[in-house]
């Protein structure tokens, strides 16, 4: 199903609180064949008192990791890129699962320490996020998860950890985590300089290590997400289960930077790979960084075509699943967006039409889009061949229907600064400095004791 506006426009770094959500590829969950239940899942006979299961691998300042903990972290990683659950598969990965449970404690504790509330609004809205983008009705993500042996409290103590965190840091920034117009204008008189230099959109997985004697477990996990990238499992999900910097919630996306943002090794990688490419780990400040190069381009020159778009959006008032059939109302919904784009002959038709309508969403997404920017890539083809001044059929998603027309398309020099796209950029600099501080000096003052067989 199509995903419509915004497009090309992801929230600022500390307000993305759905990221697994996001990363999580469509129709992941569903596609995949289901495994029999294991033991220890939901509706099975519990592990007993002081088997495996509940073997102590780790205390974080009083708090328990358990051996059910890491391997139920390790099954929804699995689930989700299509990693080998059977096998030593899951065994390799336990060193780097069981420091980021460490850490995600810290986190979570870290939070509740300065009084930061979780809602279960929050929770609810990403778990609800995860099952449109995969087709699933609401609750068989519960289901799909346990008959892999996984309870939805793995996932949703994942998503807590990732939104508590954020949080957290938003208070630490405090003031810093405002862009102001002089930052925006002092990037624009930097990227003036730099007109004609290559630049790069690259997405990441970082991979710390705080520890010297860890740097071998850490290169190792680092080679084995190698070999699953290069398998196929897709870059944001293995960004959004393991990376630990703060783009892991945007997938791992950095965005577009300049070689001199970059670490010199990544920048002298990143200028000779090819696009699409995946490098090996790269030993950076502070751990191992795997690269994924998206595009490249010259600075001020982007030649490509600008649009101009109008839509009107109708809601279902009850969502429309691929399990489930469409009611008489879905159908009437329908029928009525069609009947507006029969209508509108122009872009203040749309924009009259969306008034109306009362729409709960703009009918102008925001100026300009790059039409190589949008996504996903059935919208991108739609666009490019609808003519200005046309509406399109109805485009149904799963909360709704919407219309859209073309009011301009022009080749030009699409490379202008971007106000929002720098806010992002500099606020997830911050964003991941203040995050590493952090995490660095929970790590020292805490009290963490591993247990023998933790495989750390």
Same mark, same amino acid.
Request: charged fraction near 20%.
């Given at each position: 199903?199509?995903?419509?506006?915004?497009?090309?426009?992801?929230?600022?770094?500390? *307000?993305?609180?759905?990221?697994?959500?996001?990363?999580?590829?469509?129709?992941?969950?569903?596609?995949?064949?289901?495994?029999?239940?294991?033991?220890?899942?939901?509706?099975?006979?519990?592990?007993?008192?002081?088997?495996?299961?509940?073997?102590?691998? =780790?205390?974080?300042?009083?708090?328990?990791?358990?051996? =059910?903990?890491?391997?139920?972290?390790?099954?929804?990683?699995?689930?989700?890129?299509?990693?080998?659950?059977?096998?030593?598969?899951?065994?390799? #990965?336990?060193?780097?699962?069981?420091?980021?449970?460490?850490?995600?404690?810290?986190?979570?504790?870290?939070?509740?320490?300065?009084?930061?509330?979780?809602?279960?609004?929050?929770?609810?809205?990403?778990?609800?996020?995860?099952?449109?983008?995969?087709?699933?009705?609401?609750?068989?993500?519960?289901?799909?998860?346990? *008959?892999?042996?996984?309870?939805?409290?793995?996932?949703?103590?994942?998503?807590?950890?990732?939104?508590?965190?954020?949080?957290?840091?938003?208070?630490?920034?405090?003031?810093?985590?405002?862009?102001?117009?002089?930052?925006?204008?002092?990037?624009?008189?930097?990227?003036?300089?730099?007109?004609?230099?290559?630049?790069? *959109?690259?997405?990441?997985?970082?991979?710390?290590?705080?520890?010297?004697?860890?740097?071998?477990?850490?290169?190792? /996990?680092?080679?084995?997400?190698?070999?699953? #990238?290069?398998?196929?499992?897709? /870059?944001?999900?293995?960004?959004?289960? /393991?990376?630990?910097?703060?783009?892991?919630?945007?997938?791992?996306?950095?965005?577009?930077?300049?070689?001199?943002?970059?670490?010199?090794?990544?920048?002298?990688?990143?200028?000779?790979?090819?696009?699409?490419?995946?490098?090996?780990?790269?030993?950076?400040?502070?751990?191992?960084?795997?690269?994924?190069?998206?595009?490249?381009?010259?600075?001020?020159?982007?030649?490509?075509?600008?649009?101009?778009?109008?839509?009107?959006?109708?809601?279902?008032?009850?969502?429309?699943?691929?399990?489930?059939?469409?009611?008489?109302? *879905?159908?009437?919904?329908?029928?009525?967006?069609?009947?507006?784009?029969?209508?509108?002959?122009?872009?203040?038709?749309?924009?009259?039409?969306?008034?109306?309508?009362?729409?709960?969403?703009?009918?102008?997404?925001?100026?300009?889009?790059?039409?190589?920017?949008?996504?996903?890539?059935?919208?991108?083809?739609?666009?490019?061949?609808?003519?200005?001044?046309?509406?399109?059929?109805?485009?149904?998603?799963?909360?709704?229907? =919407?219309?859209?027309?073309?009011?301009?398309?022009?080749?030009?020099?699409?490379?202008?600064?971007?106000?929002?796209?720098?806010?992002?950029?500099?606020?997830?600099?911050?964003?991941?400095?203040?995050?590493?501080?952090?995490?660095?000096?929970?790590?020292?003052?805490?009290?963490?004791?591993?247990?023998?067989?933790?495989?750390?």
């Amino acid at each position: 199903m199509l995903r419509l506006f915004p497009m090309a426009r992801p929230s600022l770094v500390l *307000h993305a609180l759905v990221a697994v959500a996001l990363a999580l590829p469509a129709g992941a969950l569903a596609q995949r064949p289901a495994a029999p239940p294991s033991a220890g899942a939901p509706g099975q006979p519990p592990a007993p008192p002081g088997g495996r299961g509940m073997q102590i691998v =780790a205390t974080v300042n009083g708090d328990v990791i358990t051996n =059910a903990d890491v391997t139920a972290r390790g099954k929804l990683f699995a689930i989700s890129t299509g990693f080998p659950i059977g096998g030593d598969g899951l065994d390799r #990965l336990r060193p780097q699962i069981t420091q980021q449970l460490i850490d995600e404690r810290l986190r979570l504790q870290e939070a509740q320490r300065q009084h930061v509330v979780v809602r279960d609004t929050q929770i609810a809205e990403a778990i609800r996020e995860i099952e449109q983008r995969n087709n699933l009705p609401p609750g068989a993500l519960r289901a799909r998860l346990a *008959h892999d042996g996984v309870s939805l409290r793995t996932l949703v103590d994942q998503i807590r950890g990732q939104i508590g965190w954020s949080l957290v840091l938003r208070q630490q920034l405090g003031n810093s985590a405002v862009i102001s117009e002089a930052d925006i204008a002092e990037q624009a008189r930097l990227l003036t300089q730099q007109v004609g230099r290559p630049e790069f *959109h690259v997405a990441e997985i970082f991979i710390p290590v705080d520890n010297p004697a860890r740097t071998a477990d850490a290169q190792r /996990f680092a080679e084995t997400v190698i070999a699953q #990238l290069r398998s196929g499992a897709p /870059f944001a999900v293995v960004a959004a289960q /393991f990376s630990q910097s703060q783009t892991a919630l945007q997938g791992g996306d950095v965005g577009w930077v300049q070689a001199n943002q970059l670490d010199p090794e990544l920048a002298k990688i990143a200028a000779e790979m090819p696009v699409g490419a995946i490098s090996a780990p790269v030993k950076v400040a502070g751990g191992f960084t795997i690269m994924q190069l998206r595009g490249r381009r010259e600075i001020g020159r982007e030649f490509g075509v600008a649009l101009t778009i109008r839509q009107v959006f109708l809601p279902f008032a009850t969502p429309l699943t691929a399990q489930g059939a469409a009611t008489e109302a *879905h159908r009437a919904v329908v029928e009525r967006a069609r009947q507006i784009g029969m209508s509108a002959k122009s872009c203040e038709d749309m924009d009259a039409a969306a008034k109306a309508a009362n729409s709960p969403r703009p009918s102008d997404p925001g100026g300009e889009v790059n039409l190589a920017s949008v996504n996903p890539p059935q919208f991108r083809q739609l666009l490019a061949q609808l003519p200005p001044g046309k509406a399109s059929q109805p485009l149904v998603s799963g909360d709704g229907v =919407a219309v859209v027309m073309v009011c301009s398309k022009e080749q030009k020099n699409v490379a202008t600064l971007n106000k929002q796209a720098v806010q992002e950029r500099l606020l997830s600099e911050r964003a991941e400095l203040a995050s590493r501080q952090l995490l660095r000096d929970l790590r020292r003052r805490a009290t963490i004791e591993m247990r023998e067989g933790s495989g750390t």
